[in-house]
């Protein structure tokens, strides 16, 4: 299964944005990227997932690198609720792999 | 309502005991998933279902199993519960086996196994 690295942990100030990077080298052709959030107690949750050309909806943005190995997430303005777990993830055939995510927290 | 509930929400039980983890879903969705978190990491998946007559291993199946009773309703058991089976467990569902769709998670179970 292919897999993703993602830093352990970044801060961001509140109204400012966020980048969040994953790296995923040895990725297929078909595998869609996807990132999901877990907030404090709570499951994951979908965030956004791409091909090939950057995506954007109401959460966030999806940046993905020419050659696939890398994405990042953009939240464009972090609010104290995006404080959160944050997944990269490779679907491969519906099934998710997760990794450990980086984990955002946010100062106000 | 939420669309993806799970029962019970905590568990604390014995070595030796045999637990069922229930999992019901609004949603329609054919595809269903168990999973299971330790503190600090990521999740990883134990069992899948395409559909009522299809069930398949994931990473970590070993002592578990699952039974599919309908569209909506996946179970996991444990079927003599040991110490680092001490987890969250998530179910999750999705519409197709298709790589852009969505999976929606349940609450979690937190499951103590003394």
């Known amino acids: 299964d292919a897999k993703t690295t993602q830093p352990n942990s970044m801060e961001s100030n509140e109204e400012e944005p966020v980048h969040l990077p994953c790296n995923h080298s040895?990725?297929?052709?078909?595998?869609?990227i996807h990132w999901y959030r877990q907030l404090p107690s709570q499951g994951p949750e979908y965030v956004i997932h791409g091909l090939t050309s950057n995506v954007n909806n109401r959460m966030a943005s999806l940046a993905i690198a020419e050659d696939r190995k890398s994405s990042t997430l953009i939240l464009h303005r972090a609010t104290l609720r995006d404080a959160a777990v944050y997944y990269c993830i490779l679907n491969q055939g519906g099934k998710l792999i997760f990794g450990q995510g980086t984990e955002l927290s946010v100062k106000p | 309502d939420a669309d993806v509930t799970q029962t019970p929400r905590n568990r604390i039980t014995k070595t030796g005991k045999r637990i069922m983890l229930e999992c019901s879903q609004t949603k329609g969705h054919d595809r269903m998933y168990w999973y299971r978190q330790d503190p600090g990491l990521g999740l990883r998946l134990i069992y899948y279902?395409?559909?009522?007559?299809?069930?398949n291993k994931g990473e970590i199946s070993d002592g578990y199993s699952v039974s599919r009773q309908a569209q909506a309703k996946f179970s996991l058991s444990l079927e003599s519960a040991i110490p680092n089976q001490t987890a969250l467990y998530f179910c999750?569902?999705?519409?197709?086996?298709?790589?852009?769709?969505?999976?929606?998670f349940g609450p979690g179970t937190r499951l103590t196994v003394l």
């Open positions: 040895t990725i297929s052709g078909t595998d869609y």
């Open positions: 999750a569902t999705s519409d197709r086996d298709r790589p852009t769709d969505t999976q929606y």
């Open positions: 279902s395409f559909d009522v007559k299809d069930i």
